[in-house]
């Protein structure tokens, strides 16, 4: 099990573009959470899917939107890119366990790295 | 609102020294904390949840409700530890964590031989 893939690692964009990050979930995971990491901070939470729905949302506007495919990958996608969006965005993923909405531990990918100029 | 705050950006020890890594929190309701480590070149891991009051590689870290803290320590810090550190806080219902993280900006620790 190569555990949580993102892909691609780097990614160049102007300001005003769009981009569409992509992640793949631990073997027999099935939530996958979003993060973004500006540089010399720790992770933000962007938002978490389960079930292909957006479960739990953190302060981001709407530019920044995703998807959960039925094989539970993910795509993070952001529209019109300003300079501060640069980051490295992490993808994580847990099995959701039990009764109601709670999960086991979250493990997280490599991560691509977004640089907006 | 979620806070975690780690006070300290750098923390440089040297080997077989105890080594603590502070981290507050504010969080209105029942939090579940975590710490999380990123070695060189590696992804980001678990390294303890207060919840299994687990000791991994020789570090524990007890919740303090009274002082809202969860500091990380080990009595001989060893030069493989070197890493940074990160201290997380997710809310915590009657069944476990949603795992909705917020973590703090990290601590980088350096073992010196």
């Known amino acids: 099990d190569a555990g949580v893939t993102q892909s691609p690692t780097h990614l160049i964009k102007t300001r005003g573009q769009q981009v569409t990050l992509r992640c793949s979930p631990k073997?027999?995971?099935?939530?996958v959470s979003w993060y973004q990491q500006a540089l010399g901070q720790g992770p933000q939470f962007i938002f978490q899917?389960?079930?292909?729905?957006?479960?739990q949302r953190g302060n981001f506007p709407d530019r920044f939107s995703g998807h959960q495919f039925p094989n539970y990958s993910s795509e993070l996608n952001v529209n019109a890119l300003l300079l501060g969006d640069s980051a490295l965005y992490l993808c994580?993923?847990?099995?959701?366990?039990?009764?109601?909405?709670?999960?086991?531990?979250?493990?997280f990918g490599p991560g691509t790295r977004l640089t907006v100029l | 609102a979620q806070r975690v705050t780690q006070p300290e950006k750098l923390l440089s020890v040297f080997k077989g020294a105890p080594v603590e890594l502070k981290c507050n929190y504010s969080y209105s309701g029942s939090p579940e904390l975590f710490w999380y480590v990123q070695y060189s070149r590696q992804r980001l891991q678990l390294l303890l949840r207060?919840?299994s009051r687990e000791s991994i590689k020789g570090f524990t870290a007890d919740l303090n409700k009274g002082e809202t803290s969860f500091h990380l320590k080990k009595p001989f810090a060893q030069e493989e530890d070197s890493a940074m550190y990160y201290c997380?806080?997710?809310?915590?219902?009657?069944?476990?964590?949603?795992?909705?993280?917020?973590f703090g900006k990290g601590t980088l620790l350096t073992v010196n031989p």
């Open positions: 207060h919840i």
């Open positions: 994580a993923s847990s099995l959701a366990t039990g009764q109601g909405w709670f999960l086991g531990e979250q493990f």
């Open positions: 899917y389960y079930e292909e729905e957006e479960r």
């Open positions: 073997s027999g995971h099935d939530t």
């Open positions: 997380a806080l997710s809310p915590l219902g009657s069944g476990g964590s949603n795992y909705k993280l917020t």
